[in-house]
């Protein structure tokens, strides 16, 4: 969802060398992995991974890729609604009006505006949602963007909005 905007600061935590490679090793894990999980599913006759761990190891596979898919879907939301909070907290910094907002507030707020979201029965209802949707995820681009361009390059490596050059 938001990984993309948090590679910026994992290249420049390991440099241009390890950054690339890594970037690399993970893109080539993925697209690995991938294949193989399609691999699988088509000959297998899996339209989902629960059926392909069904019939990999019976009911108890189906049970434990289900709770894994569950698992994975709740723990990667909070940390993308903390990352929100923290990337609203400093986007906000130099506005008066939100600038006494604190990280957990803003985590709320998030989460708040991506509830009615998560309430859509299936994926055919997401469809008058998506220009929406990535419509948001624009404007959030371009205001990302706009603060990097108005603040210049940060030169510590961690943000405070009280130490940092104006």
């Avoid at 006759?45 to 894994?68: I, Q, S, W």
């Avoid at 506005?95 to 604190?102: D, F, K, Q, R």
């Avoid at 995820?137 to 603040?151: K, S």
């Amino acid at each position: 969802m938001f990984g993309g905007t948090q590679l910026g600061f994992a290249m420049g935590q390991m440099g241009w060398f390890w950054g690339t490679f890594w970037l690399l090793f993970s893109g080539l894990a993925t697209w690995i992995s991938g294949h193989l999980l399609g691999r699988l599913c088509i000959n297998h006759h899996c339209d989902t991974y629960p059926e392909l761990g069904e019939k990999a190891f019976g009911r108890a596979g189906r049970n434990m890729v289900t709770a894994c898919q569950w698992f994975g879907y709740f723990f990667v939301g909070v940390v993308q609604v903390a990352a929100l909070g923290s990337s609203y907290v400093q986007t906000f910094a130099d506005v008066p009006a939100l600038n006494s907002i604190c990280q957990n507030a803003f985590m709320i707020i998030g989460a708040l505006v991506l509830v009615p979201f998560l309430q859509i029965p299936s994926f055919t209802g997401f469809g008058q949602l998506a220009l929406f949707s990535a419509s948001i995820a624009v404007f959030g681009t371009f205001i990302y963007l706009g603060e990097i361009a108005r603040n210049g390059k940060y030169t510590d490596v961690c943000y405070d909005q009280y130490t940092a050059p104006r």
